[in-house]
């Protein structure tokens, strides 16, 4: 029996799509191998055979992005695997930014071992010069791409980013994903509103998360209509991967375990009163600390 070795590119019921040595093979799950369709991801690396088209055995993964199922608590689902980074997908407007979802897909990277950057689209509508404070807060974190789909603005620089690597893409509906793939690649034609992909010279349209190589040699796995990545209150331990400078101005309150709230001398809020922690911040992170997205 040969045996090969793959990426998974999509995950069907009953199969998988596989991508080796050029070739995209579809693998049938049945009998025992049914199993792995509930635990498999996009950027899985599989042995199989390809004369039987069986999946043989799933590798152990490097770095994932996963999220907790809401109606399994504790359940972990991997939405991706193996992957260098995360880019994280907002809108100025239309959806309306959400700095509670950014965090929680920042602290899933760091969980995961991946990096993260923070794309930030329909750079076109927004009115000022400057990103708001909640949005530019961000770049003492991670770093931002502000970009527009529908005029071409900062997607050079977004294209040099995803030219290195696998990226999966995550974010809400509406941001505007598939549009910026095929504003940075339009051979591939990706459907806006409804999700399709493109590998070589075929096309499948699926609501799932899809696996693409650009030109410039990167590849993306897109993440079509990612919510969320986890609900309620979070580990305030947590969070200084996520607000850095409220964790430094921390060291500063009075009391250890102070929440930045309404506690006597908090070190935070007197860096946000003289203008050093914006309060944009800060809101931000109550809201987190408070499951409140």
Sequence with gaps: MSIAQGTVITVLRGACDVVSDERVIRLRLTGTDARHERSLAVGDE??????RAALVEVLPRRTKLARLRSFRPGREQVI??????????TSVSSPPFRAGAVDRFLLAARAGGLDALLVVNKLDLLEKDALPDEIAGYAVVVPIFAVSAASGAGLEALGRALADGTTVLAGHSGVGKSSLLNALQPELRLETGEISAKWDRGRHTTSRSTWLRLRGGGVVIDTPGVRE????????????????EIALAGADCRFRDCRHDTEPGCGVRAAVEAGRIPAARLASFQRLLAGDD
């Design 229 to 244: 990545i986890g609900t309620g209150p979070v580990d305030p331990d947590e969070l200084g991967a996520v607000y850095p």
């Design 80 to 89: 991706a695997a193996n992957i260098d980074r995360l880019a994280i997908v």
């Design 46 to 51: 599989v042995r199989f055979d390809p004369e």
